[in-house]
Nanobody
């Protein structure tokens, strides 16, 4: 069983950048497809992007494609989300997620995962 801890959230102005990290422990990190989700107040949780076990394949939601980049460092057991050109609508709690069963496309389609972090708040002010 893997434990996930996000960090790096905060308050940023429109057009700014943030990098989120997700530290994994308790499991073999490289066996998990990893993903980022977010949830804004009053909204359902939504898929942001996912990365394959090796890091060679990524998928993104249309709302963030071209602005956000997911990466992972398997030896460091860490997942990243680089967020650029941030918009007020990016304001949400961001969660990392892990699942050894699914490919990236499946995590996008099903919007579910076996393991979740506690979330980190990102607020974009205009």
């Amino acid at each position: 069983q893997v434990q996930l801890v996000e960090s790096g959230g905060g308050l940023v102005q429109v057009g700014g950048s943030l990098r989120l990290s997700c530290a994994a422990s308790g499991g073999a990190f490289s066996i998990y497809t990893m993903a980022w989700f977010r949830q804004a107040p009053g909204n359902e949780r939504e898929f942001v992007g996912a990365i394959s076990r090796s890091g060679t394949n990524t998928v993104y939601d249309d709302s963030v494609r071209g602005r956000f980049t997911i990466s992972r460092d398997n030896p460091k057991n860490t997942l990243y989300l680089q967020m650029n050109s941030l918009k007020p609508e990016d304001t949400a709690v961001y969660y990392c997620a892990a699942d050894s069963r699914f490919m990236t496309s499946t995590m996008r389609a099903r919007a579910e995962a076996a393991y979740w972090g506690q979330g980190t708040q990102v607020t974009v002010s205009s």
